[in-house]
T-cell receptor
Framework: DGGITQSPKYLFRKEGQNVTLSCEQN?????MYWYRQDPGQGLRLIYY???????QKGDIAEGYSVSREKKESFPLTVTSAQKNPTAFYLC?????????????FGDGTRLSIL | AQSVAQPEDQVNVAEGNPLTVKCTYS??????LFWYVQYPNRGLQFLLK??????LVKGSYGFEAEFNKSQTSFHLKKPSALVSDSALYFC?????????FGAGTRLTVKP
């Protein structure tokens, strides 16, 4: 079955530490996205990538970084500069950016601060 | 700029009764509209979409949505609710740019 795999499911970060969230898709999609979900606020876009070796900032990119070296993979690093990282992080993909097709989502990573 | 609003944080219905989850949108062009459902500690699952054509769109699990251009609404409906429909529902809109999600509506179906 094709889909999106996010790992780990739960992650804990110490103060001053960078952590990396993994996102892998086998849907052969060009576009990939990272969202942050906080209670009552819906989903907010962190970064997106329209194609390999390209990525763009979303609405809340400060304190985060990404890479897109392979079509299948779009890892997100939460840096120590992100002062309030506790949230549920969702990765998504779609065939192309700006498509009329729905985005497909992974099952998320819940990040907490120790 | 495009945006989407879900005016109700919470909707409660009894099992077997019809349900409606409301969504209104604002876009500069013709909208692509979507509904997703989220169960606890899971990602979003696609339910249905409106691109063009018939105003009544049918989707997964017996859900449907009605596109109303004059009211800029895209309400999610189901004729007979199930306890298993209890979840968080998100409306989303895509115009020429990013996908924008509403804040979500928590649906609770009571036996």
């Amino acid at each position: 079955d094709g889909g999106i795999t996010q790992s780990p499911k739960y992650l804990f970060r110490k103060e001053g530490q960078n952590v990396t969230l993994s996102c892998e898709q086998n849907l052969n999609h060009d576009a990939m996205y990272w969202y942050r979900q906080d209670p009552g606020q819906g989903l907010r876009l962190i970064y997106y990538s329209q194609i390999v070796n390209d990525f763009q900032k979303g609405d809340i990119a400060e304190g985060y970084s990404v890479s897109r070296e392979k079509k299948e993979s779009f890892p997100l690093t939460v840096t120590s500069a992100q002062k309030n990282p506790t949230a549920f992080y969702l990765c998504a993909s779609s065939g192309t950016y700006n498509s009329n097709q729905p985005q497909h989502f992974g099952d998320g990573t819940r990040l907490s601060i120790l | 700029a495009q945006s989407v609003a879900q005016p109700e944080d919470q909707v409660n219905v009894a099992e077997g009764n019809p349900l409606t989850v409301k969504c209104t949108y604002s876009v500069s062009g013709n909208p692509y509209l979507f509904w997703y459902v989220q169960y606890p500690n899971r990602g979003l699952q696609f339910l249905l979409k409106y691109i063009t054509g018939d105003n009544l769109v049918k989707g997964s699990y017996g859900f449907e949505a009605e596109f109303n251009k004059s009211q800029t609404s895209f309400h999610l409906k189901k004729p007979s609710a199930l306890v298993s429909d209890s979840a968080l529902y998100f409306c989303a809109v895509r115009d020429l740019g990013d996908m924008r999600f509403g804040a979500g509506t928590r649906l609770t179906v009571k036996p």
